[in-house]
């Protein structure tokens, strides 16, 4: 138990479906993030939110749509993906934003599959 | 461009010792991570190191050359758990994390 749980652990959608992945902290952090790990790649960050404000947002396409309506919550909301879309989505937290020497803390994890 | 670089799979012998290496090009150096991640498991954190050096901790120690770029993290008298993927990570000028794609150490009794 890392402090931070993620739900669904597995999700299966179709190209057409809306789904949402969410994300819970308990550690008092201030950050949240959102990563896609594919197999064999590094992982991908996605979002970056602090204090419940988006800092970063790296190119993703609109079809990945993030809300963070607290400092301990964090969703995905997910509409019309493809299926290069599916992979393991992580959702991390840490004390602040940026990694000067604290360590993020990740959830297990949503293993998404787009059929 | 930045760039982290580790063996994408090594295999060792119950009991035995193993070094994972991970060499880095990126911009500007703050640290550099390790993480654990069983397979289906969240990634959990081993070691920071922002200074050159060996750091130990009990079966684990992580050593760091920054006029090299590079770093290891040696496991000595491994164990079937120690099986895992293991993630190796830089915090660039920016104070963003790099990642590299992790190397999958498969341990063989």
């Keep these: 138990e890392t402090g931070v749980t ?29 990563y896609k790990q594919s197999a064999k790649k590094p992982l991908e960050l996605m979002f970056v939110y602090s204090l419940e404000e988006r800092v970063e947002n790296n190119s993703v396409p609109s079809r990945f749509s993030p809300e963070c309506p607290n400092s301990s919550h964090l969703f995905l909301h997910l509409h019309t993906l493809q299926p290069e879309d599916s992979a393991l989505y992580l959702c991390a937290s840490s004390q602040e934003q940026g990694y000067g020497g604290t360590e993020a803390f990740f959830g297990q994890g949503t293993r998404l599959t787009v059929v | 461009g930045q760039n982290i670089d580790q063996p994408t799979e090594m295999t060792a012998t119950e009991g035995a010792i193993v070094q994972i290496n991970c060499t880095y090009q990126t911009s500007g150096f703050n640290g550099l991570f390790w993480y654990q991640q069983h397979a289906g498991e969240a990634p959990t954190f081993l070691s920071y190191n922002v200074l050159d050096g060996l750091e130990e901790k009990g079966r684990f120690s992580s050593f760091l050359s920054r006029s090299k770029g590079y770093s290891y ?9 120690d099986s895992a993927s293991y993630l190796c990570a830089v915090v660039d000028s920016n104070y963003q994390l790099i990642w590299g794609a992790g190397t999958k150490l498969i341990i063989k009794p």
């Design chain 2, 73 to 81: 993290l040696l496991l000595k008298e491994l164990q079937m758990k």
């Design chain 1, 6 to 34: 993620q739900t669904p652990r597995h999700l299966v959608m179709g190209m057409t479906n809306k789904k949402s992945l969410k994300c819970e902290q308990h550690l008092g952090h201030n950050a949240m993030y959102w």
